[in-house]
């Protein structure tokens, strides 16, 4: 069975501790793997695409690395904007566009 | 991407009545989907609603609880039907632009009651 697993549940951080976030999964065959951040009470603002292992995207304090198993993302000297819950999604060869959520991080920065 | 519109962004029902949700996207777009997001949870896809023909629904989810409809490729709705206070949850729109990474709408808050 397809499934994706985040960890931790959640995250505390000061402002400045750099840290990381992981997205475990076991597929059939991926055909992609995304992350979104969500914040409270609005939909999921799309953040990286990766595709195969070893590819790696940025933006700003964000890195996102993929492996044959897992992604992970590294948010390099975090501040209190960076409060949100990322979510991990991947899609399934063979099942169209259809996506698989983890349960997503939800991360807090304190000043 | 896409921009996206949901009405209504927040509604509070009674239980036994119906809301239809609206989904507008601000160009053509091949693929539009419908999640549920259930407190402190993460997305479930509900349907995949295809313009021209019937939604097709994932395990769990009934045309009769959650018909959809999408008259062109820009707009869909969905049909929360005879609601209880299970169905509180957010419900969002999606869709499938650039290759096939989905971007979502604000969502729209349901309170049954």
């Known amino acids: 069975e397809d499934q994706v697993t985040q960890s931790p549940e959640a995250l505390r951080l000061q402002e400045g501790e750099s840290s990381s976030l992981n997205c475990s999964y076991t597929?059939?065959?991926?055909?992609?793997l995304f992350w979104y951040r969500q914040d409270p009470g609005k939909g999921p603002e799309f953040l990286f695409t990766?595709?195969?292992a070893g590819e790696e995207k940025e933006k700003e304090r964000l890195k996102a690395t993929l492996t044959k198993k897992e992604s992970f993302l590294h948010i390099t000297a975090p501040k209190p904007e960076d409060s949100a819950t990322y979510l991990c999604?991947?899609?399934?060869?063979?099942?169209?566009?259809?996506?698989?959520f983890g349960t997503g991080t939800s991360l807090t920065v304190i000043p | 991407s896409a921009v996206i519109s949901q009405k209504p962004s927040r509604d509070i029902c009674q239980r036994g009545t119906s809301l239809t949700i609206q989904c507008q996207v601000d160009?053509?777009?091949?693929?539009m989907f419908w999640y549920r997001q259930q407190p402190g949870q993460s997305l479930t896809l509900i349907a995949t609603?295809?313009?021209?023909?019937?939604?097709?629904?994932e395990s769990g989810f009934v045309i009769d609880k959650f018909p959809i409809s999408r008259p062109n490729l820009t707009f869909s709705t969905l049909t929360v039907s005879n609601m209880s206070p299970e169905d509180s949850s957010i419900y969002l729109c999606?869709?499938?632009?650039?290759?096939?990474?989905?971007?979502f709408g604000p969502g729209t808050r349901l309170l049954v009651l």
């Open positions: 999606s869709v499938a632009v650039w290759k096939e990474t989905q971007y």
């Open positions: 597929v059939s065959g991926l055909r992609g």
């Open positions: 990766l595709y195969s």
């Open positions: 999604a991947v899609q399934v060869s063979g099942t169209g566009n259809q996506f698989y």
């Open positions: 160009s053509q777009v091949t693929m």
């Open positions: 609603a295809n313009q021209g023909s019937e939604a097709t629904y």
